[in-house]
Nanobody, 128 residues
Framework: QVHLVESGGGLVETGGSLRLSCAGS????????MGWFRQAPGKEREFVAT????????YYADSVKGRFTISKNNAENTVYLQMNSLKPEDTAVYYC?????????????????????WGQGTQVTVSS
């Protein structure tokens, strides 16, 4: 399994931006579908975004579509989540995840169980 480490979280005001990074080791990123999930206090972990092995296909949760952008640099074994126009409801611990199986067909619902490896998470807090 690939080892994942997230970074880039922090405190930001409403309307601000943050870029999360997830660095991988022990695996080749071009072999993995990558994803971001988040978990707010007292809530279930939810899907945020995912990107295909080649980085040619992306898919987002409706709640972040148009505000967040997932990208991937296979040469550097890193996946990013650019978050713009942040809202207080985006406050959560953000987790990076890797999936060794192929991409699910576009439009599929993505679950935690679709991913094999997880990072430890990074806190994002958006103040109102």
């Amino acid at each position: 399994q690939v080892h994942l480490v997230e970074s880039g979280g922090g405190l930001v005001e409403t309307g601000g931006s943050l870029r999360l990074s997830c660095a991988g080791s022990g695996g080749t990123f071009s072999s993995y579908v990558m994803g971001w999930f988040r978990q707010a206090p007292g809530k279930e972990r939810e899907f945020v975004a995912t990107i295909s092995r080649s980085a040619g296909i992306t898919y987002y949760a409706d709640s972040v579509k148009g505000r967040f952008t997932i990208s991937k640099n296979n040469a550097e074994n890193t996946v990013y989540l650019q978050m713009n126009s942040l809202k207080p409801e985006d406050t959560a611990v953000y987790y990076c995840a890797a999936r060794s199986k192929p991409w699910k067909f576009t439009g599929s619902v993505w679950y935690q169980s679709d991913f094999d490896s997880w990072g430890q998470g990074t806190q994002v807090t958006v103040s109102s």
